[in-house]
């Protein structure tokens, strides 16, 4: 009993221990919990949500500075969310290539 008491408490802890943390709600320590976010990430984090509360990640990378893309994904991956939503990284537009054009024949007489 006790053996499966202990393994409960465990998988709770490490459950809880990768709960996400919604950088709308996060407190100062909520947020230098995620790997990447230090107490400078965090008070640009604070003072921009203090303006206004992130509508998602687009709105963060742009207006925080320090985190763009490549950033957002590894604290996403850490567990930070923005209103409960994950990164999912932007596609960015393909530029098509024209064919390159042919060449005439060059026309040559012996």
Known sequence: ??????????????AASFAAVDINKA?????DS?????PSTST????????SPFK??????????GIGDKRA??????????NGDAFKPTAKPVVEKKPA???P???TTK
């Open 1 to 14: 009993m006790f053996k499966t008491f202990l393994t409960s408490l465990l998988a709770l802890l490490s």
């Open 27 to 31: 407190t100062p320590a909520d947020l």
């Open 34 to 38: 995620i790997k990447g976010i230090g």
């Open 44 to 51: 640009k984090i604070l003072d921009e949500r203090k303006a």
């Open 56 to 65: 998602d990640w687009a709105d963060v990378i742009q207006r925080v500075p």
């Open 73 to 82: 994904a590894k604290l996403s991956s850490e567990g930070l969310t923005v």
């Open 101 to 103: 054009e042919k060449k």
């Open 105 to 107: 024949a060059s026309t």
